[in-house]
């Protein structure tokens, strides 16, 4: 059963400070790998998507990795931003005609002014 | 596009009523999938459908819910009878069953109170 993992559940930084959150996942046999965003009291918005063949993905000041073989992802915020304060969740979709998609409890983020 | 659209956004009611979500996927969406949030066990699938049609309701936690899809535009999750455990956010997310990415969509969600 795939088990999906985010540490630390939350995290607090200073304006300005590059950042790197991480999730790990046991069963490296993925179609793909979605990082989304959720704000208190709203839903969840998609930042990226990382197929199973490509390494990294690049949104603005996101860059979202994937090494499938060791069953991590990352997610760079590059110059952190009080607006991104968030939870921020990764979510892994099975390889196959499985369309489930296994979340991780997601990383609170606090970005200080 | 208007996103998934869910109502209500808020329902509180009591122990013993029925409820009843609905959710408006994305048009041309052929996926729509429901999800129940708590602070305890995090985003969890309920049930999801392709074409209309249930997939796998395995997350579905007992009999008194059910999921309902009887067009493409329109999908209903109904509790009935409702207790307070049930107390969650819940979310309606859609995708196109086509295409590479499936990345699927959130709706804002129901935040159910159930007292």
């Known amino acids: 059963k795939q088990e999906v993992t985010q540490i630390p559940a939350a995290l607090s930084v200073p304006e300005g400070e590059n950042l790197v959150l991480n999730c790990s996942f046991t069963?490296?046999?993925?179609?793909?790998l979605q990082w989304f965003r959720q704000d208190p009291g709203k839903g969840l918005t998609s930042l990226l998507l990382?197929?199973?063949?490509?390494r990294e993905q690049t949104s603005g000041r996101l860059n979202a990795s994937l090494d499938k073989s060791s069953g991590r992802s990352t997610l760079y915020i590059a110059a952190s931003q009080p607006g991104d304060s968030a939870t921020y969740l990764c979510?892994?979709?099975?390889?196959?005609?499985?369309?489930?998609?296994?979340f991780g409890k997601g990383i609170t983020l606090s970005v200080r002014p | 596009d208007a996103g998934v659209i869910q109502s209500p956004r808020h329902e509180v009611t009591e122990m013993g009523q029925e409820v009843t979500l609905r959710c408006k996927p994305i048009s041309g969406h052929n996926s729509l999938f429901w999800y129940r949030q708590t602070m305890m066990r995090g985003l969890e699938l309920l049930i999801y459908f392709n074409n209309n049609v249930p997939i796998d309701d395995s997350g579905m936690p007992e009999d008194r819910f059910s999921a309902k899809m009887p067009n493409a535009s329109f999908s209903t999750l109904k509790i009935q009878p409702s207790e307070p455990r049930d107390s969650a956010v819940y979310f309606c997310?859609?995708?196109?069953?086509?295409?590479?990415?499936?990345?699927?969509?959130f709706g804002p969600g129901t935040r159910l109170t159930v007292t």
């Open positions: 979510a892994v979709r099975p390889a196959g005609a499985n369309s489930k998609l296994t």
């Open positions: 997310a859609s995708s196109p069953l086509n295409g590479r990415s499936h990345e699927q969509y």
């Open positions: 069963d490296s046999a993925i179609y793909n």
């Open positions: 990382i197929q199973s063949s490509q």
